[in-house]
């Protein structure tokens, strides 16, 4: 009997692979934003980076940054050009919600992931959405507010700060790199870009 035939994607620094829809999730102030485009211009790219929460604090890094979420919509319309090959950050997923005025139904959120799965196809791009585990309890959420998105990502990625008890200790950060499709099990990388 013949194996079956995987598609074997280029991954951007072994992690994000290429022309797919990668989620990034974490809960507040671990860093999510400021860790991946780090890790981005650490690979000499520079996103296309919508800044919907409109935080000053990155702007030190390489990016074509916009808050503008009308110019988001062009993009994912297929409206707007030289964005063919580019990645895509899309911060955050919230706010994305509100650019499509879907309802918190399965139905609205599949719209969503429909939408941006769309757009990779037809654009020929890789979107890297970054949002919250709506029930703030860490990586086993599920992302409950919209199941349909980490299910049908490719890789879903998760940011955990881990503190300890001890008094003046330093928090240290571990990621947890799944795949959106449930095939395989999780790679586990300490302190991601955090030196």
Excluded at 69 to 76: E, M, P
Excluded at 145 to 174: G, Q
């Amino acid at each position: 009997m013949a194996k079956p035939s995987f598609k074997q994607y280029i991954r951007i620094g072994n992690i994000i692979p290429l022309n797919t829809l990668t989620l990034l999730t974490g809960l507040p102030a671990t860093g999510k934003s400021y860790t991946l485009l780090k890790f981005l211009n650490s690979q000499d790219i520079k996103p296309l980076y919508f800044n919907l929460d409109e935080d000053p604090a990155l702007l030190e890094f390489k990016s074509d940054m916009s808050a503008d979420i009308t110019l988001l919509y062009k993009v994912l319309a297929g409206e707007f050009s030289d964005v063919e090959g580019r990645v895509i950050v899309i911060d955050t997923y919230q706010r994305l919600q509100e650019l499509f005025k879907t309802p918190a139904t399965k139905e609205g959120q599949e719209a969503i992931t429909a939408k941006l799965q769309e757009a990779i196809k037809e654009i020929g791009c890789t979107i890297i959405v970054i949002g919250h585990p709506a029930d703030y309890v860490g990586k086993s959420s599920i992302f409950t507010d919209n199941p349909s998105l980490v299910r049908n990502c490719h890789e879903h990625i998760h940011i955990d700060k881990i503190l300890s008890t001890k008094k003046d200790s330093v928090p240290s950060y571990r990621t947890f790199i799944n795949k959106g499709r449930g095939a395989g099990g999780t790679r586990i990388i300490e302190a991601w870009m955090r030196d």
